[in-house]
């Protein structure tokens, strides 16, 4: 039975919000398996996989608050996708310091790239005029 056919048959919304759960565990976790790097790998935080781990976090977050939730241990399967939900956020909770600290130094790399090459632009300008 589909989540829609569910809610119509005047079942309750919790089937629909365990499965939301279990869809947005399933990306979350290959977002921060994507965002931690092997060893000799640079981090993949792009501003895209960045961006699509916040929608993911409010569309969430979102749903959560959309409805209350009942007593733990009264829907397994939503016990289950909730408690993982969790290990997620704590999981990116650990990792944030360490991609802060990568991203400002990925900054710095690219302020003195852009740095150096305004600084070689500058130098063929003044080339082709002593030319």
Known sequence: MTTEKSLAAGEPAMPRLCLHLRATNARLGSCLDSLIPCPGESVAATPERMSALLSELLHTGAALRAQPLPPKGSDVELDAELDRYRTHVE?????????????????????????????????????????
Do not use: C, D, G, K
Request: net charge positive.
């Open 91 to 131: 999981r990116l909770r650990q990792i944030m310091p360490f991609l802060q600290q990568y991203l400002l130094a990925e900054r710095s790399r690219l302020e003195r790239q852009r740095n150096r090459i305004h600084s070689v632009a500058e130098w063929a300008q003044a080339s082709r005029q002593t030319f």
